[in-house]
């Protein structure tokens, strides 16, 4: 299938869900495939990779929306608070105080959603779940327009328990935005209430890493 024709089945799946297509380590070709069949909301996981990839893009699409999903060093937050629109991956308290900085400072309040490590992996980003009551406040301290969270299972696990305790804890800190699902579990993750889906390789084909 084209990639239009993949964006087109997993739109409908997604029915009132963002579809994210995650962009990352793609060729420039499938990117301008993808806004060309009218895709507008893409991902990224690095910073400089999207600078190169969306400077000029952006430009040309208005209404382009671009999330970082993947970790920010607190050093890049300038070039990410200028480039993206929506910051899925605020993981700690010296981040969510740059980032906050950073958006006072260009005059930018960009929704941000906290990343959860659902199943408390050691090398795993996200805040850790019982932690989570207070970070939410910290960052509203901060003045961040926390919106939601997002969180990335462990490979090992059944997705689906992640899902769902990743929404019970949007429900306990009033949040109402759910990031989860990727190209192999969305649907499930849809099921269990995602208001964000991020797919790569199921729109795109596999990456090539080399
Ligand atoms: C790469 C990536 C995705 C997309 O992964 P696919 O399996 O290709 O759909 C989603 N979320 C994050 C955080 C990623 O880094």
Request: aromatic share 4%.
């Amino acid at each position: 299938m084209s990639i239009a024709e993949n964006l087109k089945k997993i739109k409908s799946q997604a029915g009132a869900a963002t579809l994210v297509a995650v962009s990352k380590m793609q060729p420039d070709e499938k990117i301008d495939e993808a806004l060309a069949a009218g895709q507008r909301c893409f991902g990224e996981n690095r910073v400089q990779e999207a600078q190169k990839r969306w400077g000029d893009r952006r430009e040309k699409f208005a209404d382009l929306e671009l999330h970082l999903v993947g970790p920010l060093q607190s050093n890049k937050t300038k070039e990410a608070v200028a480039l993206f629109d929506v910051i899925q991956s605020v993981d700690r308290e010296k981040l969510a105080r740059a980032l906050s900085d950073e958006m006072k400072k260009q005059g930018r309040d960009l929704p941000c959603f906290i990343q959860v490590n659902t199943g408390e992996e050691e090398q795993k980003a996200g805040i850790a779940p019982g932690a989570l009551p207070e970070f939410v406040k910290l960052c509203k301290e901060c003045g961040l327009n926390v919106i939601g969270l997002m969180c990335i299972p462990p490979v090992d696990e059944p997705a689906a328990l992640h899902f769902a305790l990743l929404k019970k804890l949007a429900a306990e800190n009033n949040l109402k935005n759910l990031s989860m699902g990727m190209s192999s579990d969305f649907e499930k993750a849809l099921k269990l209430g995602a208001t964000h889906i991020r797919v790569g390789s199921a729109i795109f084909g596999v990456r090539d890493y080399q």
